[in-house]
């Protein structure tokens, strides 16, 4: 990463659910601070806490519950953010066209993908979550791909306890030269549905 950048992180960087979490944490005390503060000032200044400044608090508060329940989901994410050395073995099979750190939420499960990797068949990738099921993954992701355009991909994610396959399987990319001329579309349609 750019030095030049200063740290910022967008969706699909490692690091992202961490920056996440500090970043929703900071937003939600400063928003629940300003509607307090304000609250506080309306009681202050008119001795009731019947006053329009009562309701401009109240308001506040919405933006600040979101905030708030985005920085939940991000705690909840970076438990599952994998360990150093596997992104480092990650980047050594030397294929580049992989995106870090994204969490789907399907309709009834929730998704912890450590790295995902685009060729020209489809989609790899691997899931941070021991006990994630990862069949559900691939069928969550491939309806949602279906749904927006990539039709004939194979899906297919690997549980924690598959990470030498999913090494594998990046190496085989790398020595192939399979990179997808679509992965930038297919990027952004999953970080598009991930948090």
């Not at 030498?164 to 297919?186: C, M, P, T, W, Y």
Request: aromatic share 12%; charged share 25%; glycine share 8%.
């Amino acid at each position: 990463m750019d030095k030049n950048k200063k740290n910022k992180f967008t969706k699909g960087m490692k690091g992202y659910w961490e920056a996440g979490w500090k970043r929703t944490c900071a937003m939600s005390l400063i928003m629940f601070g300003i509607s307090f503060g304000i609250l506080g000032l309306g009681i202050f200044i008119t001795g009731s806490k019947f006053n329009y400044l009562t309701i401009a608090s109240v308001l506040g508060m919405l933006p600040a519950a979101r905030t708030l329940i985005s920085a939940i989901m991000f705690y909840k994410a970076k438990a599952y953010t994998p360990a150093a050395a596997l992104y480092d073995e990650i980047e050594s099979t030397g294929y580049d066209s992989i995106i870090y750190e994204l969490y789907m939420t399907g309709y009834s499960k929730s998704f912890a993908v450590a790295a995902l990797a685009a060729d020209e068949g489809g989609i790899s990738a691997l899931l941070s979550d021991e006990k994630a099921d990862a069949e559900a993954a691939a069928e969550h992701v491939k309806t949602l791909m279906e749904q927006n355009g990539f039709k004939g991909k194979k899906i297919k994610f690997y549980k924690t306890t598959e990470s030498d396959k999913f090494i594998a399987r990046l190496k085989h990319l790398a020595q192939n030269g399979n990179e997808s001329v679509d992965s930038l579309e297919v990027f952004e349609l999953m970080t598009q549905i991930s948090l």
